[in-house]
């Protein structure tokens, strides 16, 4: 059993997605699989073209030559394929955008009709690995996630079953509090740390995760005015320091 994570966070090994990816992998090795989490921002991948010689000219294979094919392969070769970063202007990051541009030679030219009138290219592969998704933002709240959100549900009209966790985690910016001021605040960032490692073993041993533990993964860290306070104290602080 093997899960792979596309950490898409420009920040890479110093990011919140980290934070949350290592423990999410924890709780999954638990479980008996094999973990490995990919940093987009080490990685060479140009941007699609749009010459469609995926589609034309050599189908299935992309014309540019970089990491791309190879990190292709190591999702297909997943059981569970995660996608995790930052809301960078209410969506995903443009590296994990780009990266998913990437993945056009797996689909094929001809467009369909969805039941619900959509349209879509058929997939070229018979075997996609289930999909999860970790999303943190700087801000509290949830109107942040609303873009992310429906681009997951188009996912999911490519197969009800395709996506087995949808974290969507405000407040990112306070994941790195091991002690605060306020125990509280402390105590919940542990429940929701302890969360994490729990789904990653409910999604390898059981292929689902449990409401409880979804629940438990989107609880109020802190309420928005303790938030945008401790953030805000953080920023004069910075602009204090440069004189
Ligand atoms: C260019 C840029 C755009 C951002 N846009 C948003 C945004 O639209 N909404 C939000 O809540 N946070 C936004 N943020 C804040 C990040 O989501 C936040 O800092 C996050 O915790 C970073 O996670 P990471 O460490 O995994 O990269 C933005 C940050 C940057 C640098």
Known sequence: MKVTVF???????????????ELLMKGAREAGAETEEVFLIEKDIKYCRGCFACWVKTPGICAIKDDMPALIDLCLESDYMGMAGPVYNMYMTGLLKNFSDRFLPLATPHIHRNDDGSFYHKGRVKRFPRQFFIFNSGFPGGHNFELLEHFVEIVKRGGANRVVLEIYRNCGEALGIVEDEEPAVARRINDFREALRKAGHEMVASDKVRPETVAQLHI?????????????????QALQDLG
């Open 7 to 21: 950490n898409g966070s420009p920040r890479g090994r110093k990011s919140n997605s980290h934070l949350m990816v």
């Open 220 to 236: 109020e860290l802190m309420s928005d005015e303790e938030y945008m306070a401790g953030a805000n104290r953080h920023w004069d």
